[in-house]
């Protein structure tokens, strides 16, 4: 059985997209509960998840054993767990902040008007197949029913979406994050 896991973690070294596959197959479902048990949405636990595997797509870390490999898996889910809790109470911390300013209900309405113009300005900057892929995101669709959609492999979604989340971030600073606060990214 060795032999087969030393094959394998070979062929997620070597960025085989059939070993990828296969590693997505074994482990998506087992790392989404574990981040669930962390930050209690499923929405961001699969997220979490599916940005690990395209960050290991996109890195160049070499595993020298399955066991590392499937430890990395696991620590790499951790951390970005780890990463978006902290994230979450900042947010929870600045729209307390807002609200405790006593802002008019009408005022939050102009604002958050506001905020779609602003977002939908930054996602017209985005290149044309990074668009498609985030404007169907926003619409609420998976990146499975993207990827069918766009005629494109899950993987290339992902990565054109995180891309796109990458880019936005830098674009809309501090409004990036209150976006993502009220669930509108």
Known sequence: MADV?????????GKQERAYHELFRRF???LV????????????????????????????????????LKAFL??????RCLDYLK???VVDRYVAVALRE???WEEMDLVEEEMYRELHLAVQGLPERSRAVFELHLEGKK??????LLELSVLTVKSYKKNAMHYLKKRLGDLYFLLNAVKII
Request: no cysteine.
């Open 5 to 13: 896991d030393d094959v394998f973690v070979r062929q997620v070294n």
């Open 28 to 30: 998506y479902n087992y």
């Open 33 to 68: 509960v574990y981040a669930m048990r962390r930050v209690q949405r499923q929405d961001v636990a699969e997220d979490v998840v599916q940005e690990v595997f395209v960050s290991m797509w996109e890195g160049d870390k070499e595993f020298n054993s399955f066991v590392g």
């Open 74 to 79: 696991y620590n790499a889910v951790s951390n």
């Open 87 to 89: 994230h979450q109470k």
């Open 102 to 104: 006593g802002k008019e």
């Open 143 to 148: 990146n499975e029913e993207i990827a069918r």
